[in-house]
Nanobody, 120 residues
Framework: QVQLTESGGGLVHAGGSLRLSCAASGGTFNRYTVGWFRQAPGKERELVARINWNGGSTYYTDSAKGRFTISRDNAKNTVYLQMNSLKPEDTAVYYC?????????????WGQGTQVTVAS
C-alpha cells in the first residue's frame, strides 16, 4: 500500500511560481507512473502532467505545456510539479496519483490534495 502526501500549495499572485511535492511512503513507488491532477470548483478533475517510472517520459496537457515541469527523485520517493507563470485559472486543488492500471484505466493511489490559489 502506498500513501501519497502533497505539499507546496498556497496563495500566489499571477505570474508567480510554486513547486508542488508528492511524497510517497510504502510500496514500490519508484516503479510507478505518477500523475498530477487538479480540480477547480465546479469542474471535473483533470490531468495536468504525468511522468513514467524513471522520469524518461513525461506528458503535459496543453494548459501545462511550457509553464509546468514534472520531475521525480526516486531516491527520495518524491515527484515534483514546478509551476511557473501561474494564472488565476490554475486555481484548484492539486492531487498526485500513482500506479496507473491499464486494466482499469485509473490510478490506484491518490493523495489528499493541496490547494493552489492564484490571485489576479
Amino acid at each position: 500500500q502506498v500513501q501519497l502526501t502533497e505539499s507546496g500549495g498556497g496563495l500566489v499572485h499571477a505570474g508567480g511560481s510554486l513547486r508542488l511535492s508528492c511524497a510517497a511512503s510504502g510500496g514500490t513507488f519508484n516503479r510507478y507512473t505518477v500523475g498530477w491532477f487538479r480540480q477547480a470548483p465546479g469542474k471535473e478533475r483533470e490531468l495536468v502532467a504525468r511522468i513514467n517510472w524513471n522520469g524518461g517520459s513525461t506528458y503535459y496537457t496543453d494548459s501545462a505545456k511550457g509553464r509546468f515541469t514534472i520531475s521525480r527523485d526516486n531516491a527520495k520517493n518524491t515527484v515534483y510539479l514546478q509551476m511557473n507563470s501561474l494564472k488565476p485559472e490554475d486555481t484548484a486543488v492539486y492531487y498526485c496519483a500513482a500506479d496507473y492500471s491499464v486494466l482499469t484505466g485509473a490510478y490506484n493511489y491518490w493523495g489528499q490534495g493541496t490547494q493552489v490559489t492564484v490571485a489576479s
